[in-house]
């Protein structure tokens, strides 16, 4: 008997360390969202519920254009009210001057959605269909484009506008493996683990997006920045009492990360000199963003450890308000892609 109840308080033991340690995983582990990415140059991922909560942009009407507002009627879906979080891969184009130009997207939405209305509309608008994993995916051409959309379960919908299919039928490969916590692209093995625990808002990728010189560099009122085509950056907004932004450049050595942060101190003391400035506008809006701005330049903080630079800042709640205001802006990817 007293071996019985060993062996039974074993494996009680045993069961709940297992449970323990799954929910430590899944603790761990990237949102399921951006899991579910296909490879890529970068990614965004944006979680909406904490910001709706602190900013209540929700509760603020938002104009639409028509299009888009036929979208809203037919499906039901207000995204400020019912996106709970958006994940983005950004595919860097071998061709810049494409249809997709230099960059396409491959998508992840949560949230409320009502399946039938949804779907509905995409069999109105699609130009054709594939079954694919168990899943039908929906092709909409726009603007020399094909936008795919495959609604994976009754709260999350994927989108890509790559030029091949490859994309969303890896989204689609991946959401059957998604229990796993650790799956995922490379990118995002690789660095997630760089991204603050907690993170309302995080980007991961390199700056060899078409944005800069031949070089790969940038110029920002007349200084050029190091920013290597080879280097990683790791971008986060946290919430700790304020709102904390903190942006990481992973380069590829010291001296790399050095040049970047002599660099970006000297556009720093530019920025808040120009913010000293006194205003000549007289709306109280545009002061108020002034001022906030003021003080975000005034936290703001570049230090170098090894080969990462890294600039923090605190983002006053105000400045918060306006920046998550038009939120709505990314559900409008998977109706005008």
Do not use: C
Not at 260 to 278: C, E, K
């Amino acid at each position: 008997m007293r071996r019985r109840t060993r062996l039974t308080i074993a494996i009680v033991v045993l069961f709940l360390l297992l449970v323990g340690a799954a929910i430590y995983l899944r603790k761990k582990a990237p949102p399921e969202a951006a899991r579910l990415l296909p490879e890529s140059d970068g990614i965004v991922y944006v979680d909406l519920r904490p910001l709706r909560a602190a900013t209540h942009f929700d509760r603020h009407p938002v104009a639409h254009d028509p299009d888009y507002q036929k979208f809203i009627d037919a499906t039901g879906i207000q995204p400020e009210r019912d996106l709970d979080e958006a994940a983005f891969a950004l595919h860097r184009m071998s061709d810049p001057k494409g249809p997709n130009g230099p960059v396409a997207f491959s998508e992840v939405f949560v949230g409320h959605f009502d399946g039938r209305r949804v779907a509905a509309w995409l069999q109105g608008e699609s130009a054709s269909t594939e079954s694919y994993a168990g899943h039908d995916i929906y092709s909409i051409t726009n603007d020399g484009r094909t936008v795919r959309v495959a609604l994976l379960s009754y709260d999350m919908i994927a989108v890509s506008n790559t030029p091949s299919a490859e994309q969303i039928h890896s989204i689609l490969d991946r959401y059957r493996t998604a229990a796993l916590p650790f799956t995922g692209s490379t990118l995002l093995a690789k660095h997630y683990v760089d991204v603050p625990l907690l993170s309302l808002a995080w980007g991961i990728g390199q700056i060899g997006l078409p944005l800069g010189d031949n070089d790969g560099r940038l110029s920002v009122m007349g200084l050029s920045l190091p920013l290597a085509q080879d280097a990683t950056f790791v971008a986060s907004l946290s919430w700790a009492g304020k709102t904390h932004l903190r942006v990481e450049e992973i380069a590829s050595s010291d001296a790399d990360a050095k040049a970047a942060v002599d660099s970006l101190g000297t556009l720093l003391s530019l920025a808040r000199a120009a913010a000293d400035q006194p205003g000549i506008s007289t709306d109280p809006a545009e002061a108020a963003v002034a001022s906030d701005t003021r003080t975000l330049l005034d936290s703001a903080r570049i230090d170098q450890h090894h080969n990462r630079a890294v600039l923090t800042a605190a983002i006053p709640d105000d400045l918060l308000q306006r920046l998550v205001a038009v939120p709505a802006t990314l559900g409008r990817t998977s109706a005008s892609h």
